[in-house]
């Protein structure tokens, strides 16, 4: 019944990272949950896991609703009409998302800033756009394009930087097992693109103490 139910959603697969999935189906996820502590060895029917399958298909509910989330739907209008020409950042953006290799996590801060277009965003719209992506499976490389080039195309801004600090637990749990690597991506559109001293200011920015960090 599982495999039959996988099939049918296969092809459904490419619409769904897009973000119009459909609701996620908690019967299916225990079931393969089930399945998994069985082919582990383990027994489903111990007092200890009686209700692991359907705490983690809760859990990976949650941890995957940006398959859910629309973002016009999100900005809702969100959008400022500004005479406003210099360089606005939110930096420190925590995150937490999976892995789509080995369905481990991996976190850390997302730095953004951009060059507005006659027009500014809500400031706590860009970390909802950032969860929007980091819940979903994903890899660190797709997730900082995806919030770049949403910015981009939903501000018509002059320019979009990102920048996406994260550790991830398939190399410190497994693999190579290091655990103070950390993985740095970025995506430069625009003015960040085609302006080094743009690109510069912002890298030196987000480089800087946070309000309220000691000197």
């Not at 459904?12 to 908690?26: A, H, I, K, N, Y």
């Not at 999100?74 to 959008?79: C, H, K, P, V």
């Not at 005479?83 to 995150?95: L, N, P, T």
């Amino acid at each position: 019944m599982v495999k039959r139910e996988l099939k049918r959603r296969g092809a459904r697969q490419v619409e769904d990272v897009r973000g119009s999935g459909t609701p996620v189906d908690l019967d299916v996820l225990q079931s393969l949950v089930t399945e998994m502590l069985l082919a582990l060895g383990e027994k489903p029917g111990r007092n200890g896991l009686v209700r692991t399958p359907e705490r983690v298909a809760k859990a990976f509910a949650f941890m995957t609703q940006g398959y859910q989330r629309d973002i016009d739907h999100l900005l809702n209008g969100a959008l400022f009409p500004i005479e406003y020409d210099e360089m606005v950042i939110v930096k420190d953006i925590d995150f937490f998302s999976l892995c789509e290799h080995h369905l481990l996590p991996f976190y850390g801060k997302v730095h953004v800033g951009y060059l507005p277009n006659k027009k500014v965003v809500g400031l706590s719209k860009i970390p909802r756009i950032v969860d929007a992506f980091a819940r979903r499976l994903q890899v660190q490389e797709r997730l900082t394009v995806q919030i770049a080039e949403t910015l981009k195309n939903k501000l018509n801004a002059h320019g979009v930087g990102v920048v996406v600090e994260a550790r991830h637990f398939c190399m410190m749990m497994r693999g190579v097992e290091k655990q103070s690597t950390i993985a740095v991506t970025s995506s430069m559109l625009g003015a960040f693109r085609d302006q080094p001293q743009t690109r510069v200011e912002f890298l030196k920015l987000i480089r800087r103490g946070s309000v309220g960090d000691s000197d």
